[in-house]
């Protein structure tokens, strides 16, 4: 099942990533400064407790299992995309720890 929608919404956010090379440094200042420039309130939430990891991990499984056999409704495609995306953002970052830590211990600045 496709959706127009969400196919807009990942060539977007591919685009964006792409402009800073995936520097997620670079990437939050850019939402910061977004976040600025549009002078709005912001809405700090206290942050949700997480439940047991491998909880999580077995359901991200299931919807990954459904996905491919019998497919997800709009709302679990959306949560899938979000898992997969924090999932993304949390190897780019261990790749750009790695890259510092090699380049320090190579005194690199």
């Known amino acids: 099942m496709e959706d127009p929608i969400l196919e807009e919404l990942h060539k977007f956010r591919e685009e964006w990533a792409a402009q800073f090379d995936y520097d997620i440094h670079a990437m939050v200042a850019d939402l910061r400064r977004s976040q600025q420039e549009e002078n709005r309130p912001v809405v700090s939430l206290p942050p949700k407790r997480v439940g047991d990891i491998s909880e999580m991990e077995e359901h991200v499984s299931d919807l990954i299992h459904r996905e491919k056999t ?40």
């Not at 898992?83 to 970052?93: C, D, K, P, Q, S």
């Not at 890259?99 to 190579?106: D, G, I, K, P, V």
């Open 70 to 109: 019998v497919g997800l409704s709009p709302e679990e495609t959306a949560e899938l995309d979000d898992y997969l995306t924090l999932e993304h953002l949390g190897r780019l970052a261990k790749a750009r720890l790695h890259q510092s830590q090699a380049r320090r211990a190579e005194n690199i600045p």
